[in-house]
């Protein structure tokens, strides 16, 4: 498209020309042109497909340069009912459900600044089409970091990040993304820019509306920037090793942990397969063996000594001692084994990746079941378990059939359930959400959250049927 | 929405509750009903009735007979609310939950508990101890205060510097809505599916719904606790030691600052150790690993040092600590002792700016020819100024509620919020365009729209009323104020 459409008139035009939709990709796209520039909007063909979700392809990729243009294009999109998913790296785009409709690819990348910094006060204010990795780099500069390691690590983007209130294994220490955010502003369906909190770290005034948004996978709002609190580097850290572990010692040790004067900053548990992944070799030739226990402690040299004094105390509960892990190794690991997305370069083709949430105790009970099941099915499982918070990330190695595959994912759906959990797909074929419902039954009212949907999107235009309960 | 209503109508009314809740638990008389005319904030409000429900099915029900005769209906703990959020603004009926206060599940292993909303904040705590665990929020008034209250008000405390804040501890609810309607957000574990209702309903301060059972996350109690007690000899050089802590990095479970005047009226009510000379303290509590907090013990004396610190106390046991702490959490109450009323806020800065904050409010006291005591979560920049005055010196009550405004503008002038922990509530209601546009302010409207369509739960609050302009809603005059 040949257009320079920048000036004012063009998007007064455009906004006039609402209410009537044009009949093709190719004329609306031109509407839109006439508020981000031409070259800001792409139908190519060549394109388009790499903003794909779930095998459902956009008739345009936006860029907006601004929020303002995010909400001019938002409300030209509820008159027209145009659907429009946010997407940056689309790292966790195998998140929910299959969208009802998919007409724009709403791309923040351009959104990447750090607008407000106060590293004295510990807060940062940040563009949601900011790279994780990029903001983590600006802070180290200063000793200071966000404390998370979510799914798609650096390359993730913050506003992804907070739609999926992605977290990984750090969770157990310091909380998921709503825990750090002090406010935010975000665009509604029909075009307004709504700030909510603050830039300081307490702040009680008004309805916590970045609650909502936080983890609503885009079908509430259109997440624009954000406030954190920062927190400081821990100055080193040091992975220790439990190997061979049965379920059982492994039930016992984060007991043993839980109630020992430690404060991890990860703990997770490791089978055969996942270890493999753990350590960039093929899953297919983790043993399948017992497990590898993984604590990660930060502080200082005293705090690492004394802790592995605490932790060779709790060896009983396993046999040997915990070995420590040569630090970069392990800072590769914790980085593979928090990134589920990187899991992809194992040999099946399609990934399918579970995460069942549960009662901190019921985390062991979850995984005999989950073996017991995929021994009957013959399937290969890599598990990762966050046992500190109850997180269990299931890796489906073994290809089958999708009907095979949803009825696996619906069992251990049924495990995680009958154990007072939960079970949702992260990422799987396309295929698969035919057959299963990503998310499972929803945890909170359901006709509260409806209420909510209507009257935040009432033109359902904002990743139509993505969320739960086909929300 | 309504006049008080007429002793008939009420007693009429007070049989029907009776019918629903039982005949002992229904207040309608006059007399009866003073005293749930206010709470923490000088500011009173009649209720047509009060009622205690014992069950969930108590609330609904009650909720629904209040519908039906187009009455408001107000939640209320213990009443220790700060910002007038359980006073009732255009009468109505007032749920008191003080018989809902049993401690339902405590599963350790799972780090939870499932409470009633009358429980007292310090009872979970104390009922989780023997386990070495507790509940991490601690309000000042956490000995009265209950959780349903603190989940209205998404209330703090000294600790929240390192553990947050109400809502990083609940994990769900169940709430009645305005149309009696029972349902249930959250869950017992982490991520569940759905949006997050639990965060919304925490500090929506009973505008959207009534919670009638919590669960919430235990947590672990340190290995090691040290507190310290920092002397200064200038009040410029205890802020600036606060800046200092936080740029360093270095993160204390508590930080809470008292200047001159306030910990000299604290010695005298509750001799708590702090030295009558100074010109202001900082009580500093370190937690965690015994290393971890003999390193940062060393860094804080460090920092302290560096910005002229008179002398560093270390509470030696158990006892000195307590005291130490008695002393700050009972500080509004030492308030009373030395000034007919006083008039506490609670905004919040970016903790770089506290010391030219201290100075204006100094300016700002001695502008208005007031009495200005400050005891700050100083860690988190969270403000308490607390305004001498006497209320039966009309003069003076209108010198305090300009010099409060003026601190509140300065703080949203500074980047901050209007309040940190105590909510808006009545009180500040008319401030919340100082920090959000008509546009954010409508936004919150149209959730509230969502689940509280005829504005039947605690009306008159959180939201402006448009008829004031950014004026302070106390009731600072003789007979209303308290100490």
């Known amino acids: 498209m040949a257009m320079n459409l920048q000036s004012s008139e063009s998007i007064i035009e455009a906004r006039r020309a609402v209410g009537v939709k044009p009949a093709d990709a190719q004329s609306w796209a031109y509407a839109f042109a006439g508020i981000v520039g031409a070259r800001r909007v792409v139908t190519d063909p060549a394109v388009c497909p790499a903003f794909n979700v779930d095998g459902m392809t956009p008739g345009a990729v936006v860029y907006p340069r601004t929020a303002e243009d995010v909400a001019t294009i938002l409300s030209i999109a509820s008159s027209w009912g145009l659907a429009v998913i946010p997407l940056r790296s689309g790292t966790k785009v195998g998140m929910g459900n299959a969208p009802l409709r998919y007409d724009i690819a709403l791309c923040l990348k351009d959104l990447n600044q750090v607008w407000h910094y106060e590293p004295d006060d510990l807060t940062i204010s940040v563009e949601a089409g900011m790279k994780f990795g990029d903001v983590q780099r600006f802070l180290s500069r200063r000793g200071l970091w966000l404390p998370l390691d979510p799914p798609g690590g650096a390359r993730a983007s913050v506003g992804g990040i907070l739609a999926a209130n992605a977290s990984g294994p750090l969770r157990v220490r310091y909380g998921a993304p709503r825990d750090m955010v002090l406010g935010m502003t975000f665009a509604t369906a029909d075009g307004k820019l709504i700030k909510t909190g603050g830039r300081v770290v307490k702040n009680v005034a008004g309805y916590d509306l970045s609650k909502l948004m936080i983890g609503s996978l885009g079908t509430l709002g259109v997440i624009l920037d954000v406030s954190f609190k920062l927190f400081p580097l821990p100055s080193l850290r040091q992975t220790f090793a439990f190997s061979d572990a049965s379920l059982e010692a492994c039930r016992h040790l984060r007991r043993a942990i839980l109630a020992s004067p430690l404060t991890p900053l990860r703990m997770v548990l490791l089978n055969g397969p996942a270890r493999a992944i753990a350590a960039n070799l093929s899953a297919q030739y983790g043993p399948d063996s017992n497990h590898e226990f993984w604590v990660e402690v930060g502080g200082s040299e005293s705090v690492l000594h004394r802790s592995a004094q605490i932790l060779s105390g709790l060896s009983a509960f396993v046999g040997p001692e915990p070995s420590k892990l040569d630090e970069a190794v392990a800072r590769e690991c914790w980085d593979r084994i928090a990134d589920y997305t990187a899991w992809a370069s194992q040999p099946e083709q399609d990934l399918l990746v579970l995460k069942a949430t549960l009662p901190i105790a019921s985390t062991e009970r979850f995984l005999e079941a989950v073996y017991q099941e995929s021994e009957q099915e013959q399937c290969r499982v890599a598990s990762f378990a966050q046992t500190g918070a109850g997180t269990v990330l299931l890796c489906i190695l073994t290809a089958k059939g999708e009907a095979g595959m949803a009825t696996f994912v619906s069992r251990l759906r049924g495990n995680a359930t009958r154990l007072e959990g939960a079970l949702t797909v992260l990422a799987g074929p396309p295929v698969l959400k035919q057959y299963v419902d990503t998310w499972g039954p929803p945890a909170t009212d359901l006709a509260s959250m409806h209420k909510l949907k209507q009257t935040l999107d009432p033109s359902g235009i904002l990743s139509p049927g993505r969320f739960v309960g086909g929300l | ?483």
């Open chain 2, 1 to 483: 929405m309504s006049e008080n209503k007429s002793e008939t109508w009420r007693k009429a009314i007070a049989g029907q509750a009776a019918k629903i809740a039982g005949d002992d638990v229904v207040l309608w008389r006059a007399e009866d009903l003073m005293l749930y005319e206010y709470d923490g904030l000088s500011t009173m409000g009649k209720p047509d009735l009060v009622v205690f429900p014992s069950t969930t099915q108590h609330v609904s029900e009650i909720v629904k007979l209040a519908n039906r005769n187009n009455l408001p209906v107000i939640a209320r703990g213990a009443g220790t609310g700060l910002s007038g959020g359980a006073v009732v603004s255009s009468g109505g009926i007032v749920l008191g939950f003080s018989r809902m206060k049993k401690i339902l599940e405590i599963d350790i292993e799972n780090q939870r508990a499932r409470v009633q909303p009358g429980v007292v904040n310090l009872d979970l705590s104390l009922a989780v101890s023997d386990f070495g665990y507790y509940y991490a929020p601690d309000p000042s008034s956490q000995k009265a205060c209950t959780l349903g209250g603190n989940v209205a008000e998404n209330s703090g405390g000294p600790h929240t510097l390192a553990y947050g804040v109400t809502t990083n501890h609940v994990l769900g609810l169940e709430v009645v809505l305005p149309n009696g309607e029972v349902i249930h957000t959250g869950a017992a574990y982490l991520d569940p599916p759905g949006y997050d209702l639990t965060g919304l309903f925490v500090g929506s301060e009973g505008t959207l719904g009534i919670v009638t059972e919590i669960t919430v996350r235990l947590t672990r109690k340190p290995e090691a606790v040290k507190t310290l007690l920092a002397i200064y000899d200038r009040v410029h050089d205890a802020t600036s030691t606060v800046a200092s802590i936080t740029a360093e990095g270095i993160t204390p479970a508590a930080l809470e600052m008292l200047d001159g005047f306030t910990l000299r009226a604290i010695e005298d009510a509750t001799h708590a150790g702090y030295p009558r000379d100074s010109a202001a303290v900082l009580l500093i509590e370190l937690e965690g690993l015994r290393e971890a907090v003999e390193e940062e013990s060393t860094q804080v004396e460090a920092v302290c040092r560096a910005n002229c610190v008179r002398q560093i106390r270390v509470a030696q046991n158990a006892e000195e600590r307590d005291k130490l702490w008695q002393g700050r959490k009972n500080a509004f109450g030492a308030m009373g002792r030395i000034s007919p009323n006083y008039y506490v806020q609670d905004g919040v800065i970016p903790r770089t700016r506290l010391p030219e904050m201290l100075d204006f409010i100094g300016e700002a006291g001695a502008r208005y020819d007031l009495r200005i005591g400050n005891i700050f979560h100083a860690g988190d920049g969270n403000l308490h100024p607390l305004i001498m005055f006497d209320a039966r010196d009309a003069g003076q009550s209108g010198r305090v509620l300009k010099a409060a405004s003026e601190i509140m503008m300065k703080c949203a002038e500074m980047g901050g919020s209007i309040t940190g922990e105590h909510g808006v509530g009545i009180e500040k209601s008319e401030l919340m365009p100082l920090i959000f546009s008509e546009q954010d302010i409508e936004m919150m409207k149209t959730i509230k729209s969502i689940f509280n369509p005829k504005d039947s739960f605690n009306p008159g609050k959180v939201f402006p009323t448009g008829k004031l302009c950014g004026e302070l809603r106390v009731q600072i005059s003789e007979g209303a104020a308290r100490g």
